[in-house]
């Protein structure tokens, strides 16, 4: 079956500009994950989802980011006013959490980010 | 929260050698293990996992290892191949209150020299 999707691939923007991003989960997935990836660095958790609610937003770095998820199923992650430090690849997992205990997470190819 | 420490951060070995890496983890509540490996601009593909009821667990060439009295975990890897050159993260979650994120480490770049 399809893995996870994201969309775009890859996003150049200016400085200022708002940017969104899109996730595409495992169907029947029910956890959804959003991380960002620096160059070089590992994954910083940012928020996650179960179901449509989002019980800890405590990783988004400030508040020009925001995500919704709606449907169960497709989650957009919002930057404002983008700021170079904002350049990384973002990248979204899903699990199915139907059964109360840690769960493989599925990742999708990421968006690279690049902030002029 | 959750914290990982993972060592090493760069590990060399000719091919056919074993590697080892280990992670530690702070939250004696956490339950679940992942390891991922992540080739250059992919994305991390999930290569073996544990829970805390198991002390070992073995798939092919890799295996891993939890200790949870000392909260550590480790990857072993033997008979190594060019293919496994990647950088490899350890991961730790627990269950409950709807709680699974993972908590990375930071990562080891593996490298096996041919």
């Known amino acids: 079956g399809a893995g996870v999707s994201q969309s775009p691939s890859n996003k150049v923007t200016e400085k200022g500009k708002d940017v969104e991003l899109r996730c595409d989960p495992i169907?029947?997935?029910?956890?959804l994950y959003w991380y960002r990836q620096r160059l070089g660095q590992g994954l910083e958790f940012l928020i996650y989802?179960?179901?449509?609610?989002?019980p800890d937003k405590s990783g988004l770095p400030s508040d020009r980011f925001s995500a919704e998820r709606t449907g169960e199923s497709v989650s957009t992650l919002t930057i404002q006013r983008t700021q170079q430090e904002d350049s990384a690849v973002y990248l979204c997992?899903?699990?199915?959490?139907?059964w109360g205990t840690g769960q493989p997470q599925h990742f999708g190819d990421g968006t690279r980010l690049s902030i002029l | 929260g959750e914290n990982v420490e993972q060592h090493p951060s760069t590990l060399s070995v000719q091919e056919g050698d074993s590697a080892v890496i280990k992670c530690t983890y702070s939250?004696?509540?956490?339950?679940?293990f992942p390891w991922y490996k992540q080739e250059l601009g992919k994305r991390p593909q999930l290569i073996i996992d544990?829970?805390?009821?198991?002390g070992e667990k073995k798939d092919q060439r890799i295996a891993v290892t939890l200790n949870k009295t000392a909260k550590h975990f480790s990857l072993h890897i033997t008979e190594t191949q060019p293919e496994d050159s990647a950088v490899y993260f350890c991961?730790?979650?627990?269950?409950?209150?709807?709680?699974?994120?993972?908590?990375f480490g930071k990562g080891t770049k593996l490298s096996v020299i041919p």
């Open positions: 997992a899903s699990s199915d959490q139907r």
């Open positions: 939250d004696s509540a956490s339950n679940y």
């Open positions: 544990i829970r805390s009821n198991v």
């Open positions: 991961a730790a979650s627990k269950s409950g209150a709807g709680s699974y994120q993972l908590t």
């Open positions: 169907s029947g997935h029910t956890a």
């Open positions: 989802f179960q179901g449509n609610s989002a």
